[in-house]
């Protein structure tokens, strides 16, 4: 069955950069993209960007660009999200999703379980 | 303050059938599909309805979308406990290049 297991739990600072992984299996890793979403504490969801791990095309939501870089490594079926100069406000819970396709429609069909970064002096 | 709206809450009695709104505007809904996820919380989302209508394998029959201009629907029929969640409304948005979500609605079963 379809896994995607992250990273556990992350305390920085202000300022500071963090990394979060993403280990899927059972599935050929290349042939979908991944995505990552962040939740902050009582909030709804919010799309940070994708990685298509066969070319290694991304995209990201504009509001995060210049400080977010995904990256995968397609000989460990593992998908990275860096997100850098940290502020109080990245405190979240951030999950990577496998991103399927229908009908030229994407969607988010399996989620890892979460990863919760904490921003804080 | 979320691109896509939808109620905060709703509640319905168990067995009875209750929707959930969304709406948007010609960037994201009328000219993207939907999907909808539910969130127990606690745990990660996940997918219930698919390219505004369709369902994953392995969900409930009970749970229908639909879409029509720039809003769309959730319905829960035959409402169970353990349908409490929050759900989530989600769509590509073509001005902002990128995914934009409703704000959740939580469902209370009374």
């Known amino acids: 069955q379809v896994q995607l297991v992250q990273s556990g739990t992350e305390v920085k600072k202000p300022g500071a950069s963090v990394k979060v992984s993403c280990k899927a299996s059972?599935?050929?890793?290349?042939?979908?993209?991944i995505s990552w979403l962040r939740q902050a504490p009582g909030q709804g969801l919010e799309w940070m960007g994708w990685?298509?791990?066969?070319?290694?095309?991304?995209n990201y939501a504009q509001n995060l660009q210049g400080r977010v870089t995904m990256t995968t490594d397609t000989s460990t079926s593992t998908a990275y999200m860096e997100l850098m100069s940290l502020r109080s406000d990245d405190t979240a819970v951030y999950y990577c999703?496998?991103?399927?396709?229908?009908?030229?429609?994407?969607?988010?069909?399996?989620w890892g379980q979460g990863t919760l970064v904490t921003v804080s002096s | 303050q979320s691109v896509l709206t939808q109620p905060p809450s709703v509640s319905e009695a168990p067995r009875q059938r209750v929707t959930i709104s969304c709406s948007g505007s010609?960037?994201?809904?009328?000219?993207?599909?939907v999907n909808w996820y539910q969130q127990v919380p606690g745990k990660p989302p996940k997918l219930l309805v698919y390219?505004?209508?369709l369902l994953p394998s392995g969900v409930s029959d009970r749970f229908s979308g639909s879409k029509s201009g720039t809003s769309a629907s959730l319905a829960i029929s035959g409402l169970q406990s353990e349908d409490e969640a929050d759900y989530y409304c989600?769509?590509?948005?073509?001005?902002?290049?990128?995914?934009?979500f409703g704000g959740g609605t939580k469902l209370t079963v009374l």
């Open positions: 989600a769509s590509w948005d073509d001005s902002l290049n990128g995914w934009v």
């Open positions: 059972g599935y050929t890793f290349i042939t979908y993209g």
């Open positions: 390219y505004d209508h």
């Open positions: 010609r960037f994201n809904i009328e000219n993207n599909a």
């Open positions: 990685i298509t791990p066969y070319n290694g095309n991304t």
């Open positions: 999703a496998r991103r399927a396709i229908f009908g030229g429609a994407y969607y988010f069909d399996n």
